[in-house]
């Protein structure tokens, strides 16, 4: 295990969730009356999984870099913590919704429950610090499933 | 319309069953829980289990335990004190678990409890030991 020695913006982070969050919700109630919205499903799930294997082609994160962060839009809020977790977490969320567009067309019930359920997750870690993704990282690293 | 009214109760029964189970953690724990840590007489304290990457106990657990105010916390390693912290059955960081005067847990938190609700529950197991010393 490493010695948590770095330090994670979390500021990042909650854009990064906002973003899952904001992008879900419009898809899901968009879609009742333009059902092209629901690309926006897959596209999320692209934009957090590359953002999982390319932190500079993290949409969300890039925007809080390259524009809240240096306008003083949102303030950076530097935690000493792990990047590993929220990176797997940001992973899960992204394998989530490839699930969720590959049930979009022929199950959308499904579909749409799993990106809703993605939502509801990243809007527990964006309200209460809650981070499910994360504890699955921790109980996999306990067990030597995963190395950070 | 319908599918997303269908995956909204989907989710809806989803998240439903999540707090249900999550309640029903804790009081099974509650109940099961008896073996005391230390000084069964004193006043209710607090054990508050944490761990090196617990983020959230650094952020929030932590400053919400600061301002509790002439309360004993003993913090435990979750990972070094496996054998205590399966008594609680913590599987979440942070766990507070409130211990009554009796030495037996009044109340286990799972995940982040914020301080007015930690001093609701010691207020509680204060209570709760001063009613049993009068029948007593």
Request: hydrophobic fraction near 50%; glycine fraction near 8%.
């Amino acid at each position: 295990m490493s010695s948590g020695s770095q330090v994670v913006d979390h500021s990042a982070l909650k854009v990064n969730q906002t973003g899952i969050v904001v992008t879900v919700l419009v898809a899901f109630f968009g879609s009742v009356l333009y059902r092209p919205l629901l690309v926006l499903i897959p596209l999320l799930a692209i934009v957090l999984l590359l953002g999982t294997f390319a932190p500079q082609l993290a949409l969300f994160k890039q925007l809080y870099f390259q524009v809240l962060k240096p306008r003083g839009i949102v303030k950076p809020r530097p935690v000493q913590d792990r990047p590993e977790p929220h990176n797997f977490a940001q992973g899960l969320g992204g394998v989530f919704l490839v699930v969720s567009s590959a049930f979009l067309i022929p199950l959308p019930v499904i579909g749409l429950a799993l990106a809703l359920l993605v939502a509801v997750l990243a809007f527990v870690n964006l309200a209460f610090g809650y981070c499910l993704g994360c504890q699955i990282f921790f109980q996999l690293e306990k067990r030597g499933f995963v190395r950070a | 319309m319908s599918a997303q009214l269908w995956a909204l109760a989907v989710v809806g029964a989803v998240v439903l069953a999540a707090a249900g189970l999550e309640t029903f953690r804790a009081w099974r724990a509650r109940s099961l829980s008896t073996g005391a840590t230390s000084s069964p007489a004193g006043d209710p304290y607090i054990v508050y289990f944490t761990g090196e990457s617990c983020t959230v106990c650094r952020t929030h657990q932590e400053p919400a335990l600061a301002r509790l105010e002439g309360v004993r916390i003993d913090k435990v390693d979750a990972v070094a004190e496996r054998e205590l912290a399966d008594r609680y059955h913590v599987y979440t960081l942070p766990t507070t678990v409130v211990i009554g005067r009796d030495g037996v847990a009044a109340h286990v938190n799972y995940g982040y409890a914020p301080s007015p609700k930690l001093e609701r529950q010691l207020a509680d197991a204060r209570r709760a030991g001063l009613q049993s010393a009068a029948t007593a």
